[in-house]
């Protein structure tokens, strides 16, 4: 899916979209509808390697943790409640995306 994108975008866009994340002024929540979906298939096409793979679905999972803090400002969570869903906002994204694309390392099969 990913063959006709020079992997030097996909090399400049996982550290772009971490610097987004970083940034003040919520450059990672405005740009979520691009970043999110670019970083999912870096994850899923894992098109440099699994170290690059691990690395956007740590900032894929950063990132919709950080889109949860405006909707946990919404509905007027405070306190260890507003944490909680943060939290587990940024955790279940990254289970849930670990899970479905990652997974655990493929063991090497012997030939008998």
Known sequence: MLNFVPKIFIFLFVPLAGFLLLSM???????????????????????????????????????????????VLMVGATGWLSGFIINMAMIGAGMLLWKNTLGPAPEKTRKQ
Request: glycine content about 12%.
């Open 25 to 71: 002024g919520g450059g990672a929540i405005m740009a979520a509808p691009v970043t999110l979906p670019l970083l999912y298939l870096v994850v899923r096409h894992q098109p440099l390697g699994r170290g690059w793979s691990i690395a956007a679905l740590v900032v894929f999972s950063l990132t919709v943790g950080q889109c949860a803090i405006p909707v």
